[in-house]
């Protein structure tokens, strides 16, 4: 299982730098825009939509979201933006929230109409963000014309890290748990080690851009938030599927489980990086 896991992980990261990069932005967008239809499919059976009907509304609404969202971005001014990701940001508090009070905040969401509202404010401002990113500038030092390909890849590296981090440090040093009511296997001991693992990306950016001062303390702020945040939506999708018996939220990739299983650290970390990046512009 874990050489399954390894191969298909190397397969989506050469899959993901290929799209990234080679792809024109518009292409890349919309191929991100697939995917997260395939996790709204993924998200109306944790919800519990049962006919395929209903599933398929689902993902028609989350794809008519996309499209408004993207006609709103490519014309909206930047407080417009901000005002979008600031209330994905609020969301995502009401999210904690639940998290944390689990299993006794079940009652507030566990009805299968508001599970349909919590995977749409999950998935629309994840691809929202990826674009508003994948268009943006970018720090001072970086080629505009890959500016914002390279941040959009920096925010999965931080993801990506924390989570890798956040496992070695959790299966040898964990002992008090994270949340144990939603994910057992989570400890603080995986939250502190994803950190520092972020620490020397930090470390490594700041080189990279020949950091001052207030691009050292921006880069912090970004990388702790968004490490934070990613652990977040891994437990929210957990919480979810603990409430449904679900154990992944699909098998389309193998040794993963689904789509969802995948992304679900990105879908909180994405809106809160771009939201800290835009204030910060």
């Known amino acids: 299982m874990l050489k399954q896991r390894?191969?298909?992980?190397?397969?989506?990261?050469?899959?993901?730098?290929?799209?990234?990069?080679?792809?024109?932005?518009?292409?890349?967008a919309w191929l991100a825009a697939a995917l997260?239809?395939?996790a709204s499919w993924e998200w109306s059976n944790l919800a519990g939509l049962r006919s395929l009907l209903a599933r398929l509304a689902f993902v028609v609404g989350s794809g008519l979201l996309m499209w408004l969202a993207n006609d709103y971005v490519l014309?909206?001014?930047?407080?417009?933006?901000?005002?979008?990701?600031?209330?994905?940001g609020g969301w995502w508090l009401i999210a904690l929230l639940w998290v944390k009070g689990f299993p006794k905040t079940t009652v507030l969401w566990a009805n299968t109409w508001v599970k349909v509202l919590m995977g749409w404010f999950v998935?629309?401002?994840?691809?929202?963000?990826?674009?508003?990113?994948?268009?943006?500038?970018?720090?001072?030092?970086?080629?505009?014309?890959?500016?914002?390909r390279w941040t959009l890849l920096t925010v999965v590296t931080i993801v990506v890290l924390m989570d890798t981090g956040g496992y070695f440090a959790g299966k040898h040093f964990g002992r008090r748990k994270l949340a144990p009511q939603v994910s057992p296997k989570k400890t603080w001991a995986g939250v502190v080690g994803g950190l520092l693992v972020n620490g020397l990306l930090l470390l490594f950016l700041g080189w990279q851009l020949s950091a001052d001062a207030n691009l050292w303390l921006l880069l912090a702020?970004?990388?702790?938030?968004?490490?934070?945040a990613s652990v977040l939506g891994d437990l929210l999708e957990s919480m979810v599927k603990r409430q449904r018996n679900i154990?992944?939220?699909?098998?389309?990739?193998?040794?993963?489980?689904?789509?969802?299983?995948?992304?679900?650290?990105?879908?909180?970390?994405?809106?809160?990086?771009?939201?800290?990046?835009?204030l910060a512009s």
């Open 6 to 28: 390894i191969a298909t992980g190397l397969v989506l990261i050469g899959l993901f730098l290929a799209a990234l990069f080679y792809l024109p932005k518009a292409g890349f």
């Open 36 to 38: 997260v239809l395939l």
């Open 75 to 88: 014309h909206a001014q930047r407080d417009s933006q901000l005002a979008l990701l600031a209330s994905a």
């Open 123 to 148: 998935l629309a401002p994840t691809w929202l963000a990826m674009v508003i990113l994948l268009y943006s500038n970018g720090f001072a030092s970086l080629p505009s014309e890959n500016a914002g």
């Open 221 to 228: 702020l970004l990388i702790a938030c968004t490490s934070v």
């Open 247 to 278: 154990k992944d939220s699909g098998s389309i990739l193998p040794g993963h489980g689904g789509i969802l299983d995948r992304v679900d650290g990105m879908t909180a970390a994405f809106p809160i990086f771009t939201l800290i990046y835009l």
